[in-house]
């Protein structure tokens, strides 16, 4: 473990918001593995388990999509009109066989009281949603492209953040006052770079903080993974989750056929220590049904990531 920020119960870029030849490293099943999951997801466990005992295979991959902020970015301009015919539909996300995502409704409590919901205001006022998580008292860390939209005027103009939503119905927000990212994602657009965080207007202590942590190659293996946020098929504002092992990890890049869907985009991608506290890993960012992806919190991520949060 090279660095880690523990998570409390308790060459950047910025920008102000104005008020209104990597290995692969396939996961092994020889690798012993530490079964530490949320109790909102031990069936998931029990069920892997039970089809590898009885040797069942995958039956091949389904798959759905939405658009969130990926779109802003990545979407043809006929996939952006589409994306705005309705205010729930807001990168193109993949569920991997039969959908067994969980559905969060303790939202108050920890460590789901950190993940936060994004409601995004683009330059050109277009509006999208996403999913970030609190790092610090005011600091929330997301995907880039829910910042950064170069298609879209670059810095988003407003982003509303609400800690542990839980629907549509009142929930305390916050306002985004400044923006960070890297300039490998706002000028060269590089997928392992799309990352930034979002500074809060208010103190967010109450909700309390993901800890986050630079793993080797061969403890994160051992892990499984919880992949938490606001998916946008889902009724508006509800938080769900899905559990899986890494198929693929890389230098820059984790790999797994957890469930996601559009308005994941910058969700943690987490594992608990053996104390239950939580460590990030990654930040959620890409679908596809060969795999769902998140940037891994490398040394210079973590690095970049402290800072942004001083």
């Given at each position: 473990?090279?660095h880690?920020?523990?998570s409390?119960?308790?060459?950047?870029v910025?920008?102000?918001?104005?008020?209104?030849?990597?290995s692969?490293?396939?996961?092994?099943?020889?690798?012993?593995?530490?079964r530490?999951?949320?109790?909102e997801?031990?069936?998931?466990?029990r069920?892997?388990?039970?089809?590898?005992s009885?040797g069942?295979l995958?039956?091949g991959?389904?798959?759905h999509t939405a658009?969130?902020?990926?779109?802003?970015?990545?979407?043809?301009?006929?996939?952006?009109?589409?994306a705005?015919?309705?205010?729930?539909?807001?990168?193109t996300?993949a569920?991997?066989?039969d959908?067994d995502?969980?559905?969060?409704?303790n939202?108050?409590?920890?460590p789901y009281?950190?993940i936060c919901?994004?409601?995004?205001?683009?330059?050109?006022g277009?509006?999208?949603?996403?999913?970030?998580f609190?790092?610090d008292s005011n600091t929330?860390?997301?995907?880039g492209?829910?910042l950064?939209?170069?298609?879209?005027?670059?810095?988003?103009?407003q982003i509303?953040?609400?800690?542990?939503?839980?629907g549509?119905?009142e929930?305390?927000?916050?306002?985004?006052?400044?923006m960070?990212s890297?300039?490998?994602?706002?000028k060269d657009?590089?997928?392992q770079q799309?990352?930034?965080?979002?500074t809060?207007?208010?103190?967010?202590?109450?909700?309390?903080s993901?800890?986050?942590?630079?793993l080797?190659?061969?403890?994160?293996v051992?892990?499984?993974?919880?992949?938490v946020?606001?998916?946008?098929?889902?009724?508006?504002?509800t938080?769900?989750?899905?559990?899986?092992?890494?198929a693929?990890?890389?230098?820059?890049i984790?790999i797994y056929e957890?469930d996601?869907?559009?308005g994941?985009s910058?969700?943690?991608?987490?594992?608990l220590g053996?104390n239950d506290?939580v460590?990030t890993?990654g930040?959620?960012n890409y679908?596809?049904i060969?795999?769902?992806?998140a940037?891994?919190?490398t040394?210079e991520?973590?690095e970049?990531?402290?800072?942004?949060s001083q």
């Amino acid at each position: 473990m090279a660095h880690s920020k523990k998570s409390r119960r308790h060459h950047s870029v910025s920008a102000d918001i104005q008020s209104s030849g990597n290995s692969i490293k396939e996961n092994a099943e020889t690798k012993k593995r530490d079964r530490r999951v949320l109790p909102e997801f031990q069936h998931q466990i029990r069920a892997k388990e039970q089809e590898k005992s009885a040797g069942v295979l995958d039956q091949g991959n389904r798959f759905h999509t939405a658009a969130d902020a990926w779109y802003s970015t990545y979407g043809t301009h006929v996939s952006r009109v589409l994306a705005q015919q309705s205010a729930a539909e807001y990168v193109t996300e993949a569920v991997i066989g039969d959908d067994d995502r969980v559905r969060i409704r303790n939202t108050n409590e920890y460590p789901y009281s950190a993940i936060c919901s994004l409601e995004i205001v683009a330059r050109t006022g277009r509006q999208f949603v996403g999913t970030g998580f609190l790092v610090d008292s005011n600091t929330v860390v997301t995907a880039g492209h829910c910042l950064f939209m170069p298609d879209q005027g670059g810095w988003a103009k407003q982003i509303r953040v609400y800690p542990g939503r839980n629907g549509a119905g009142e929930a305390q927000a916050f306002a985004a006052i400044n923006m960070h990212s890297v300039e490998g994602w706002t000028k060269d657009r590089r997928p392992q770079q799309d990352y930034g965080a979002i500074t809060l207007d208010a103190d967010a202590t109450g909700f309390g903080s993901l800890g986050y942590v630079t793993l080797s190659d061969r403890e994160i293996v051992k892990q499984d993974y919880h992949v938490v946020g606001y998916s946008a098929d889902k009724p508006i504002g509800t938080l769900w989750g899905h559990l899986r092992e890494l198929a693929q990890v890389r230098q820059h890049i984790l790999i797994y056929e957890t469930d996601t869907y559009g308005g994941n985009s910058g969700c943690p991608v987490f594992c608990l220590g053996d104390n239950d506290e939580v460590f990030t890993v990654g930040i959620h960012n890409y679908g596809d049904i060969s795999g769902n992806s998140a940037t891994r919190i490398t040394d210079e991520v973590f690095e970049n990531i402290s800072r942004w949060s001083q």
